[in-house]
């Protein structure tokens, strides 16, 4: 693990570095899709080396991103985090280099601005707090945390009616936060800077969003979890486990595919294993993801 596995983009003046915390993890394919099966993603040539293994196997990533624009340092998500308790062993207790990592790829935590988080599940709020003695405190004091209005009160709504949804991440990487004065909740129409905005992405969550980078006359999108795996590309329709509203999500997977389809537009893929981004493109009658 640690900073080897650290990557950069630089789209127009933007600079984006990719901070991993779980690399290339192998899972099957009905993790995700309930009805696919290894047959499924073997048809896909070209999810093979890096996003899929010769049996079928489905490889994602764990990873945030940061980047600089007009003299703002923002984290895009803050991964799992370390110290946690989590509903799955491989998430609890965790002990990464995710800081250190950071410093590595020349965006050191106290250089950070902003945080900006595309929603609020567990692997996208984590390194927002880290573990001092036996509290949890924002791990970036000096930056402004940005949190979907719409999210935000969805969460706190599951919360109050005791949602199905695992909360623990809440209280340690969301209530020390706001208990420190640093959240603002934004809307759909927020921008970072003029070269940082955000497209509407519901399904996977109410409010959950990616972020568009365009400068200088290059852009790129961070999907955030509106898809995991780039057969996601080929499949935009097929059934998600982990989308909220599945119907909201395949229509907003199957609008995205369209919209940067044959796109100049570089597609940085929140789990997406190494090298994380591409561009959509054609594939008889369906798409694919090309990478460089
Ligand atoms: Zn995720």
Request: aromatic share 10%.
């Amino acid at each position: 693990m640690a900073a080897q596995h650290n990557r950069l983009w630089k789209i127009g003046d933007v600079e984006i570095a990719r901070i991993v915390e779980l690399n290339g993890w192998e899972d099957d394919i009905t993790m995700l899709l309930p009805d696919a099966d290894p047959a499924f993603v073997q048809s896909f040539d070209w999810l093979r080396p890096h996003f899929a293994t010769p049996e079928g196997k489905m490889i994602i990533s764990f990873q945030a991103f940061v980047l600089r624009s007009k003299g703002r340092t923002a984290m895009i998500d803050t991964c799992i985090g370390s110290d946690r308790q989590r509903e799955f062993d491989i998430f609890t207790n965790m002990a990464s280099t995710f800081l250190e990592d950071m410093t590595a790829a020349g965006f050191p935590p106290e250089s950070v601005t902003d945080v900006l988080c595309t929603h609020l599940h567990f692997d996208h709020v984590g390194w927002n707090t880290r573990k001092v003695g036996d509290r949890f405190v924002p791990t970036f004091p000096k930056a402004r945390y940005l949190f979907g209005r719409r999210e935000f009160e969805h969460w706190q709504h599951l919360r109050a009616t005791n949602g199905y949804h695992h909360m623990d991440h809440l209280i340690d990487a969301i209530d020390p936060v706001i208990e420190a004065g640093l959240a603002e909740l934004i809307e759909p129409d927020f921008q970072l800077t003029d070269e940082v905005s955000l497209i509407p992405t519901p399904g996977h969550t109410p409010g959950h969003v990616s972020v568009l980078i365009q400068s200088q006359g290059q852009s790129a999108v961070i999907t955030g979890d509106l898809m995991h795996n780039p057969i996601q590309i080929a499949a935009p329709t097929r059934e998600v486990r982990f989308d909220m509203d599945k119907s909201r999500g395949a229509q907003t997977r199957a609008e995205f595919v369209q919209r940067f389809g044959d796109a100049p537009t570089l597609v940085i893929g929140s789990h997406f294993a190494e090298p994380t981004a591409g561009h959509i493109v054609r594939d008889g009658q369906s798409w694919k993801l090309k990478t460089e």
